[in-house]
């Protein structure tokens, strides 16, 4: 979750087809002055891929913490920021070979990928799971997040730093961090997790303020982009004009958000495990068909519903305005996927370097991997600064769009953009390559994690069609890209919901939210602030 990164572009001296041109050619010189140049592209990246900057921001706070300091008082986040975009957009310059990932679909439909690091002595555990901030039901705004924060306590204390867990907008995520000496009570954790263990009442009392607080602090920050996919899902889904993302979490009961994990959580064909670290594959595969292969559930995926394309005006229990611009999109197995793919990361490029939009909004992102039951969509999200208009936001949002259209654009840039989506898809970088170069604060286990906590993701997501989707990333060129844009990405073909407080609605988290949000902000709920790699 992104705190207070303040984006800044340096003048260029030369312009950046010419950097990218060099930089493809492998002059590091010229690889380095893009980092330099776009360093701050890295929170548009790790949003899209992890959701929160979690990967990298929050397992450095704790880190930072320890040695007394805050995020905003050094330059921890700054560093690992630029580690980020240097896997990001330079990993052709650190990869050894391609990987060998090990995996295998168990009885149960189950798939378990292992990322092996040889000598390691760090070991994640993540698994991916279809339940989603956009496929909760009408009036449940929320409701998977619940979820995911009782699924952790039904094994885990909460002032323990061993497991963490993510809702996103298209999935979420429950993390176990280790070590090669206690890799299998951390399976056994993920076991239980997908077993279904009852929930309990004072967890729930317990739980809901921190659920709530999380919104609270994004609120604060101007990064309210994945509730805001949770409000848009309200409106375009269920046709709903007040999404009460606090509210609902607050009405719900202990049977029904059991009953709501029981029937959307564990969908066995959608379930992804993904370890990563130094426990060899086929001692982790062995494990995990003890563990995981017997699991079972009757969970079904959430079916589609009428939805509502349509402008929306509407409000939520958020101190907080933001912008939702989504346009239906081809599935991945299309060619036009990759291209929007390209399209999102060329944007998020524009928007980080718009200094005018960026005194109206917080974050603006730009995406392509918003799902719901109904399919896929490219969205573009921003979080309005006090006193900014919609329409003004709007305006320099299309833009962009426009620019992304047009003839004069860079192919240098689209396909370098492309080339490096795809070998994220197919490469991980070999830590090997970074010893002795790591920033302050990031250990080899973080790295590590990010690196495997990226892979399961887009196993999850793509599935099998991960391998060709790479082959389309890496052939895709500007022209593509335009074509695409122009297919998919027209005015007449976008839904615009913007969201605001509702009235009062200020004066009710004054009285009612301040204490858990002053807890949050401190990073005392246990579930959020976690440690890996020691």
């Not at 360093?39 to 704790?62: D, E, F, K, M, P």
């Not at 240098?412 to 989506?421: C, E, H, N, T």
């Not at 997501?461 to 022209?479: C, I, N, P, V």
Request: a positive charge; proline letters at 5%.
């Amino acid at each position: 979750m992104i705190t207070n990164v303040a984006p800044t572009m340096q003048a260029a001296t030369v312009n950046d087809a010419q950097l990218v041109a060099a930089s493809l050619a492998g002059d590091r010189q010229a690889f380095g002055q893009i980092v330099e140049r776009y360093q701050n592209l890295v929170c548009s990246i790790a949003y899209n891929a992890t959701g929160s900057l979690v990967a990298l921001l929050v397992l450095g706070w704790r880190q930072l913490k320890k040695a007394g300091k805050r995020t905003g008082q050094s330059n921890g986040p700054t560093t690992i920021l630029l580690l980020s975009t240097v896997i990001g957009l330079g990993s052709q310059h650190a990869f050894a070979k391609p990987p060998a990932p090990e995996s295998v679909t168990l009885t149960n439909g189950i798939r378990v990928v292992g990322v092996y690091f040889s000598g390691s002595t760090n070991v994640a555990i993540f698994t991916y799971l279809p339940m989603s901030l956009t496929s909760d039901g009408p009036k449940q705004s929320q409701w998977a997040h619940l979820v995911e924060h009782l699924v952790i306590r039904s094994t885990v204390p909460a002032d323990s730093p061993i497991a963490n867990a993510e809702t996103l907008p298209d999935h979420m995520r429950l993390d176990f961090y280790g070590s090669t000496n206690n890799w299998r009570d951390g399976l056994e954790h993920h076991a239980k997790w997908l077993s279904g263990l009852p929930f309990a009442q004072s967890n729930l009392d317990a739980e809901r303020p921190k659920v709530n607080a999380e919104c609270d602090f994004t609120a604060k920050n101007f990064a309210t982009h994945k509730f805001a996919m949770a409000a848009w899902a309200q409106g375009y889904r269920h046709n709903q004009n007040h999404a009460a993302l606090k509210g609902d979490i607050l009405k719900a009961t202990l049977g029904e958000i059991q009953k709501c994990r029981d029937e959307r959580l564990v969908v066995l064909s959608n379930v992804v495990v993904c370890a990563v670290g130094g426990v060899e594959p086929a001692q982790l595969l062995a494990a995990c068909r003890e563990k995981l292969g017997t699991i079972k559930s009757s969970a079904n995926p959430v079916l589609p519903v009428k939805t509502h394309a349509q402008n929306r005006e509407m409000t939520w229990d958020l101190d907080a305005r933001h912008l939702v611009l989504t346009w239906a999109m081809p599935s991945v197995e299309k060619d036009d996927y990759a291209a929007l793919l390209v399209a999102a990361q060329w944007l998020n490029l524009r928007f980080f370097g718009d200094e005018d939009l960026k005194k109206l909004t917080g974050m603006t992102l730009a995406g392509a991997d918003l799902s719901a039951p109904e399919g896929n969509f490219f969205f573009v999200s921003a979080s309005l600064r006090p006193g900014a208009a919609f329409k003004e936001a709007r305006g320099l949002i299309d833009r962009h769009l426009e620019r992304l259209g047009s003839e004069k654009e860079s192919p240098a840039m689209m396909s370098m953009i492309g080339k490096q989506l795809s070998e994220q898809l197919t490469q991980w970088i070999d830590p090997d390559s970074l010893k002795g170069r790591l920033p302050p604060g990031m250990t080899p286990g973080m790295l590590e994690m990010n690196i495997g906590l990226q892979w399961g993701m887009n196993e999850f997501r793509y599935g099998l069609q991960k391998a060709a989707l790479a082959q389309r990333l890496a052939a895709t060129d500007a022209h593509k890209v335009r074509q695409s844009a122009r297919n998919h990405l027209a005015g007449d073909k976008c839904t615009m919901i913007t969201i605001q407080p509702a009235q009062n609605i200020r004066s009710h988290l004054i009285n009612t939210g301040a204490r858990a949000s002053a807890r949050f902000n401190a990073g005392e709920s246990g579930d959020f602030w976690p440690v890996f790699g020691n």
